[in-house]
Nanobody, 121 residues
C-alpha cells in the first residue's frame, strides 16, 4: 500500500503565506515526479507545480514568483511554499507522486486526499 499524506492547509488572509507538505509512505522502490494540483469550486483540477527527481521544476503561470516547490528524496516528501496568496488561490490542493511499486516495472500515479486552502479576509 502507498499513502500520500498532506498537511499545512488552512485559512489565510490575502498577501499571507502557507506551506503545504506531503509525505509518501509504503512499498515502492522509486519516486519520479512529485507535485501539486488544485481544484477550486466549480472548476477543473489544474496543475500548480511539479518537481522531477533531479530537482527540475515547472509551475503554472498563475503562481510563478509566488509559489516554490521543493522535495526531499531521502524523506520522500514534497513541499509547496505559497507566498503572496490571493483569493483566487482558494482551492483544495492535492499532491501526487509518480512511483514504481516494489517489484514492478510500471510507474503509477498516487494522490493525496487533498488539503483545503482558503484565502479570505
Amino acid at each position: 500500500q502507498v499513502q500520500l499524506v498532506e498537511s499545512g492547509g488552512g485559512l489565510v488572509q490575502p498577501g499571507g503565506s502557507l506551506r503545504l507538505s506531503c509525505a509518501a509512505s509504503g512499498s515502492f522502490s522509486r519516486i519520479n515526479s512529485m507535485g501539486w494540483y488544485r481544484q477550486a469550486p466549480g472548476k477543473q483540477r489544474e496543475l500548480v507545480a511539479v518537481v522531477s527527481r533531479g530537482g527540475s521544476t515547472n509551475s503554472a503561470d498563475s503562481v510563478l514568483g509566488r509559489f516554490a516547490i521543493s522535495r526531499d528524496n531521502a524523506k520522500n516528501t514534497v513541499s509547496l511554499q505559497m507566498d503572496t496568496l490571493k483569493p483566487e488561490d482558494t482551492a483544495v490542493y492535492y499532491c501526487y507522486a509518480g512511483l514504481f511499486l516494489t517489484g514492478s516495472p510500471f510507474e503509477y500515479v498516487y494522490w493525496g486526499q487533498g488539503t483545503t486552502v482558503t484565502v479570505s479576509s
